[in-house]
């Protein structure tokens, strides 16, 4: 197994499920062509990284990209402090959807599926903000937060999977690897044993 994927999260994820498998760190632009949708930019992007390690027939690859969706438009990794401070300001009290385009591919085959979950932030404030960001935890995810974050902790609830708001939903992954681990108890150490209603729309390629 190939995870094509420079996300710690990811790799920590499939570490802690117990799976063997080889990192691989794909060099795919993630920049929006002009004319795309957010889930065209996404879909793309996801398909580009699972394409990219050499493997065998018989090696499966994994790739994913998770995206936050705030009124339509796509809140990538900040480019400065400038920009965490923004997304983090937008995003307070608020609901937003966070989006995981998972793409496995064995051989010629591959197969696609997004996984989505919306996200209410709680009303942090801007001094919890400021300290945040000055953590420098911010700059390497999507929307300028991480869920799991011990201090900061922003979110206040969860509908869906809660792994993929971090980054890779086991129990997706699970449904077309059946061979994997059961994910439970890591989905209860990062968020508490909440029931995974993840809402899927899997879809062959």
Not at 27 to 47: K, M, S
Not at 122 to 149: C, L, N
Not at 153 to 170: M, T
Request: proline share 7%.
């Amino acid at each position: 197994m190939i995870l094509a994927s420079s996300s710690p999260r990811r790799r920590d994820l499939l570490s802690q499920l117990g799976v063997t498998y080889t990192p691989f760190r794909p060099d795919v632009d993630e920049t929006a062509l002009p004319g795309e949708t957010p889930l065209d930019t996404q879909h793309r992007i996801t398909l580009e990284k699972a394409r990219a390690p050499q493997a065998g027939t018989d090696e499966v690859v994994i790739a994913a990209d998770t995206t936050v969706l705030l009124d339509g438009e796509m809140l990538n990794k900040p480019a400065d402090v400038t920009e965490a401070w923004a997304m983090l300001r937008r995003l307070r009290g608020r609901a937003h959807e966070v989006q995981t385009c998972i793409v496995i591919k064995q051989g010629d085959h591959e197969w696609r599926e997004i996984v989505s979950s919306l996200v209410t932030m709680r009303d942090y404030s801007d001094d919890e903000i400021g300290a945040y960001i000055a953590t420098g935890d911010p700059f390497d995810k999507a929307g300028s937060y991480a869920v799991q974050h011990p201090i900061f902790q922003p979110v206040a609830a969860i509908q869906g999977c809660p792994l993929n708001v971090i980054g890779l939903p086991l129990c997706r992954l699970r449904i077309q690897l059946p061979h994997l681990p059961d994910p439970a108890k890591v989905c209860t150490g990062f968020w508490g044993g909440v029931n995974c209603h993840s809402e899927a729309d899997g879809r062959g390629i």
